[in-house]
């Protein structure tokens, strides 16, 4: 089956679960796959790499593409994927003028991929391709999206294992999603749950919580996971901050991206509440005790929080404004619609 009949084939099949909600993607013959590796530095390991894919995909019945992202790496990476593009057509090379990071990356992988089924997945040889087909058979179970979950991880306890462990359970927890591993870079999408989906910053590992937002199904998979065997890795603690910072984005867009208002209302109250109290305590002591408004800090508190309560409500005031501005300059719609009955597409 080819790509424009498996296509042809997998429209029929979302059409089929629209006119039926309860119903799950059953699996079609034979998918378009495209496999994303972003590359920083890999001049040891992606050599290896691609033999390691080249054999598992080939077994896989249908189309495949393996995209090479170079981020902008200064050793011999960009001359090595060059030469191995140059021997097979179906290795495609994306070069990236400078170092943008892993999420940027893999963007761009997104953005030139033609696959029906995208997998990304790190180019330091610590994901197993043997892994792929066992993803693609967990997609076919109805899931829009698979992520592995390296159970058994062969990384250092102290520097890598405990801020990641922890930093999955506060994520699980804020978003919703409950995962084991989000850092884990090895997961297999059907197509539909990225579309519209931008990721900056560090926001790659999060894309589950964007597809779960579109009403995608997510399920985890155990997969391997090796040592690493060349080069050092490119994260170190600092990754945390950035992590907490992301996730702090992520919720935002998640549930207050088309009410923006609620979240400056709500540390506006917050301030106005502390205006008050100090206020009320400055009056107090004023009256009761007779102490000069000059002896003690509440009025200033009072007026600084009156201050900042009221330019929170500005500047919630201003979100909106943005907010209609991005979703009707565009035609977007801050809803999802995942099935109708009865109705005709809108002109």
Same mark, same amino acid.
Not at 98 to 127: E, S, V, W
Not at 157 to 185: E, F, M, Q
Not at 289 to 312: D, H, K, N
């Given at each position: 089956?080819?790509?424009?009949? +498996? ?6 099949n ?37 033999e ?14 393996v ?17 191995i ?7 495609k090379?994306i070069?990236?003028? =400078? ?43 109805? /899931? ?5 979950? =390296?159970?058994?991880?062969k990384?250092?306890?102290i520097? =890598? ?7 999955? =359970? %506060?994520?699980?927890w804020v978003?919703g999603?409950?995962?084991n591993d +989000? ?7 059907r ?9 900056y ?17 997510i399920?985890?998979?155990?997969v391997?996971h ?8 490119? /994260? ?6 950035k ?8 919720r935002?867009?998640?549930k +207050? ?34 102490t ?7 009025p200033?508190?009072f ?33 999802? %619609? ?10």
């Amino acid at each position: 089956m080819n790509a424009e009949s +498996y296509s042809e084939g997998y429209a029929d099949n979302r059409a089929a679960v629209l006119r039926n909600p309860d119903s799950t993607l059953a699996p079609v013959a034979n998918p378009s796959l495209s496999i994303i590796v972003p590359l920083y530095n890999e001049e040891e390991n992606v050599q290896l790499l691609v033999e390691s894919i080249l054999p598992v995909a080939e077994a896989i019945e249908g189309q495949f593409e393996v995209i090479l992202v170079n981020d902008g790496s200064r050793d011999r990476t960009g001359e090595i994927i060059a030469g191995i593009a140059a021997q097979n057509d179906r290795i495609k090379v994306i070069n990236l003028r =400078r170092n943008a990071g892993q999420t940027a990356a893999m963007m761009a992988g997104f953005d030139h991929a033609t696959g029906d089924i995208i997998i990304p997945m790190d180019g330091d040889l610590q994901n197993d391709p043997a892994d792929i087909p066992r993803l693609l058979a967990k997609l076919d179970e109805g /899931y829009d999206v698979v992520s592995g979950w =390296r159970k058994d991880r062969k990384d250092k306890l102290i520097v =890598r294992k405990v801020p990641s462990w922890l930093a999955n =359970r %506060i994520i699980s927890w804020v978003s919703g999603v409950k995962l084991n591993d +989000y850092g884990c870079t090895l997961k297999a999408y059907r197509r539909e749950v990225l579309t519209g989906v931008r990721l900056y910053g560090e926001l790659h590992r999060f894309v589950p919580i964007f597809a779960s937002w579109q009403g995608g199904r997510i399920t985890e998979l155990p997969v391997n996971h090796r040592a690493r065997q060349f080069g050092v890795s490119k /994260y170190g603690l600092n990754r945390i901050f950035k992590v907490v910072l992301d996730l702090i984005l992520v919720r935002f867009l998640t549930k +207050y991206q088309a009410k923006p208002i609620y979240v400056f209302g709500f540390i506006a109250v917050l301030f106005f509440t502390v205006a008050f109290v100090a206020g009320l305590y400055a009056v107090f002591l004023k009256i009761v005790e007779g102490t000069a408004f000059i002896q003690t800090p509440l009025p200033l508190l009072f007026v600084t929080g009156f201050m900042s309560g009221m330019m929170c409500i500005l500047l919630g005031l201003i979100s909106e404004v943005l907010v209609r501005t991005y979703f009707e300059s565009q035609g977007r719609t801050h809803y999802i %619609i995942g099935s109708t009955l009865n109705i005709e597409p809108s002109k």
